[in-house]
């Protein structure tokens, strides 16, 4: 299973892009990268999801170099109502087991 | 998070007490996974399933049991409930391979 390590935490001011970095050096062939994103009393939401170079969709954009072993969230112009935890998930659903990573809260500041 | 359902939202057991909490989606999905959480602290996996029938451990098993009999429900039980098990419990549920987890409201639960 590949192990994930996050920033525990990040502080950031509005207007400004944010990088999360999550390293996952076990990554297997097959593995995607998920990135999920927790608001307090909420269950997680998916953010982006890549398995290599680079993915953008309208909130964020995931950067995968070549050898996988880590992944950049970039967050452009954060507003205060992207505090929240991030997850970064490895895995492939067809083995079944999908653990998260302890995360990295996001503190946006005006 | 329309289309994971669990329930209850909330409930008080006391020590040694067992129950059951329910979890249906209506998406069709193969996978599905029960995690907790504990105040300040990340998800941890606790059961999960590959399709009915199929069930496996996760990485804090301990004192739960699920089954699968349907594709659409994945209820935990809690066998004899103890004060380390107060958590909030999410359910999930997911497609397949390279698609997306679909997460229920949770369940907050008070052992006493």
């Known amino acids: 299973l590949a192990k994930t390590t996050q920033p525990i935490s990040m502080d950031s001011y509005e207007g400004q892009e944010v990088n999360i970095t999550c390293s996952h050096n076990?990554?297997?062939?097959?593995?995607?990268i998920t990135w999920y994103q927790q608001f307090p009393s909420q269950g997680p939401r998916f953010i982006i999801q890549g398995y290599k170079t680079k993915v953008t969709n309208e909130v964020a954009s995931l950067f995968i170099p070549a050898d996988r072993k880590s992944s950049t969230l970039s967050l452009p112009r954060v507003s205060l109502s992207d505090t929240a935890v991030y997850y970064c998930l490895v895995g492939a659903f067809s083995r079944g087991k999908l653990i998260f990573g302890q995360g990295t809260e996001l503190s946006v500041k005006p | 998070n329309a289309g994971v359902t669990q329930t209850p939202k909330f409930q008080v057991l006391k020590t040694g007490q067992s129950m059951t909490l329910q979890c249906a989606q209506d998406m069709n999905h193969e996978y599905m996974s029960w995690y907790r959480q504990d105040p300040g602290m990340g998800l941890r996996l606790i059961h999960y399933?590959?399709?009915?029938?199929?069930?496996d451990q996760g990485e804090v098993p301990n004192g739960y049991n699920v089954s699968r009999s349907t594709t659409e429900d994945f209820p935990l039980r809690l066998l004899s409930a103890a004060p380390s098990q107060t958590s909030v419990y999410f359910c999930?549920?997911?497609?397949?391979?390279?698609?997306?987890?679909?997460f229920g409201e949770g369940s907050w639960l008070t052992v006493v």
């Open positions: 076990n990554i297997a062939t097959n593995d995607y």
């Open positions: 399933s590959v399709g009915a029938g199929i069930t």
């Open positions: 999930a549920c997911s497609r397949g391979l390279g698609n997306t987890i679909y």
